[in-house]
């Protein structure tokens, strides 16, 4: 099989007996671990960023029960995925792990130049993408964004290609919101139709399995700001390209104890018209939300959080790291990203899937609860 299965999953939760029982959620296609590698680092260009490698982080993430590897084509210019491709073979082949034990995702949307950095990247993007009718000028957005049908799908088989599968578990339309203030809203939802028609034609031909949205503010904004996305419009686009057995499935959006507008901030319409947060109008639809920047990039540990929040989220005995990603994984999260290069970190990361998972009243005690679900 190869992808994400029902059966191969169940398979894979079973050899971690000892976790606790919500360390793992069943989305109705798979069980998947509420915790997830992600594989983005800021400022790419920079040397350190190249010498690093997420291999082993992978490696050990999935012989330790984490099941959900996250990335996109361009981050740090290929070389993540690539590198989880090296990961994932070495696992495969070694019988360490099979392809339906895992749920993999990456992102299109972004242009991902390549490794090593071109020395006139817009020179890149003259030879390999307009020169080779994968998109028009007008198609693309500042120099780094794009959303033509050509280019997507070139996106989705380069990402295939780097990381050694045939198929990908989830593809998200990465950060579509960037567009906006280039072109206008109504010109943003065609081009994410024409995406969402492309996605669906892949699921056909077996490349991807379901697709989603992954934004950073796309969906937290009030409905006022020009980069906002209104959920209620994507999801009547999936249901007008794809019917009601469309694949668009997932949202993935920041959260954690810095940024909980998702939880907490009621900015999008729910089916029957009525404002509610992003987890409930994700919910209301059918969806499934995924968790990113659960660390807000390593920005919440600028100072030690207060006592009340590890007593609270049942973490007080432990680092404020799991503090953090225990509160990430609440509500109707399915599964919560967090980047680590050094294996080390992924180990002490998963002390929490011993711990139980906490309540919306819990949450509700840090947010407060007029605004939240």
């Not at 490349?207 to 934004?215: E, F, H, V």
């Not at 209104?230 to 794809?242: F, R, Y």
């Not at 609440?330 to 011993?354: C, I, M, Q, R, W």
Request: hydrophobic share 40%.
């Amino acid at each position: 099989m190869q992808y994400a299965t029902k059966e191969g999953t169940f398979s894979y939760l079973k050899q971690y007996p000892k976790y606790s029982k919500d360390f793992y959620k069943f989305n109705g296609d798979f069980f998947i671990s509420t915790l997830g590698l992600g594989t983005f680092r800021k400022e790419p260009y920079r040397e350190e960023n190249y010498v690093v490698n997420y291999k082993d982080s992978v490696k050990l993430a999935v012989l330790n029960g984490i099941n959900h590897i996250d990335t996109a084509i361009n981050y740090r210019y290929q070389i993540s995925e690539q590198e989880i491709g090296e990961a994932l073979e070495e696992l495969l082949l070694e019988g360490k792990a099979s392809r339906d034990q895992l749920v993999i995702t990456s992102k299109a949307g972004f242009l991902p130049l390549e490794f090593p950095f071109p020395e006139n990247p817009y020179k890149w993007i003259e030879e390999e993408v307009l020169d080779k009718g994968l998109a028009t000028k007008e198609e693309i957005v500042i120099d780094q964004h794009c959303l033509s049908p050509k280019y997507l799908r070139w996106s989705v088989e380069k990402s295939l290609d780097n990381l050694g599968l045939k198929t990908l578990d989830i593809l998200y339309l990465h950060n579509p919101e960037t567009q906006l203030g280039y072109v206008d809203y109504k010109t943003l939802l065609a081009r994410i139709e024409d995406a969402f028609a492309l996605f669906e034609e892949m699921v056909k031909e077996g490349k991807i399995r379901n697709y989603g949205i992954a934004a950073w503010n796309g969906f937290l904004y009030e409905d006022t700001h020009k980069e906002y996305i209104s959920l209620i419009d994507v999801v009547n686009i999936a249901q007008k390209v794809g019917g009601e057995k469309h694949h668009f499935k997932y949202i993935q959006s920041p959260f954690n104890l810095a940024k909980s507008e998702a939880y907490a901030f009621a900015n999008q319409k729910g089916p029957d018209g009525r404002y509610y947060t992003l987890m409930q109008a994700v919910s209301g639809f059918g969806l499934q939300l995924m968790a990113s920047s659960s660390l807000l990039q390593l920005n919440l540990f600028k100072g030690k959080f207060a006592p009340k929040i590890g007593e609270t989220l049942g973490t007080s005995d432990f680092n404020d790291v799991l503090s953090a990603l225990q509160f990430a994984r609440s509500g109707n999260v399915v599964s919560a990203l967090f980047g680590a290069v050094d294996p080390k970190h992924v180990e002490d990361n998963l002390t929490l899937a011993y711990l139980p998972s906490v309540g919306n009243d819990k949450i509700n005690t840090l947010l407060g609860a007029n605004n939240a679900i």
